[in-house]
Nanobody
Framework: QAQLVESGGGLAQAGGSLRLSCAVP????????IGWFRRPPGKEREFVGL???????AMYGDSVKGRFTISRDNTGTVYLQMNSLTPEDTAVYYC???????????????WGQGTQVTVSS
């Protein structure tokens, strides 16, 4: 079964940067939108951003706008570049695939296993 696989999580200091990757099997997910979500400890899952199949149309959640950037390369891998990190960015980050450009997690059919990001002050 084709899967989305996140990587690149880890520990960062406040003000630092991390880049997450989401390996997207192109044959299975051709045409899908890829979204990023996060679940901070003890909180609800939150929309981070999404990108379309062609690598454009990026949308971001208000809490990350201007600090995070989503891109994808010609292998289909989707990246989440996270800059100016704060402790509030600490969360498990997930990538997911949807047939539509939606901020609603319920609209995503396929999910990765998640990767932990911890930002220290």
């Amino acid at each position: 079964q084709a899967q989305l696989v996140e990587s690149g999580g880890g520990l960062a200091q406040a003000g630092g940067s991390l880049r997450l990757s989401c390996a997207v099997p192109t044959r299975t997910f051709r045409g899908y939108f890829i979204g990023w979500f996060r679940r901070p400890p003890g909180k609800e899952r939150e929309f981070v951003g999404l990108i379309n199949w062609g690598g454009g149309g990026a949308m971001y959640g208000d809490s990350v706008k201007g600090r995070f950037t989503i891109s994808r390369d010609n292998t289909g891998t989707v990246y989440l570049q996270m800059n100016s990190l704060t402790p509030e960015d600490t969360a498990v980050y997930y990538c997911a695939a949807s047939r539509s450009a939606t901020r609603n997690a319920g609209g995503y059919e396929y999910w990765g296993q998640g990767t932990q990001v911890t930002v220290s002050s």
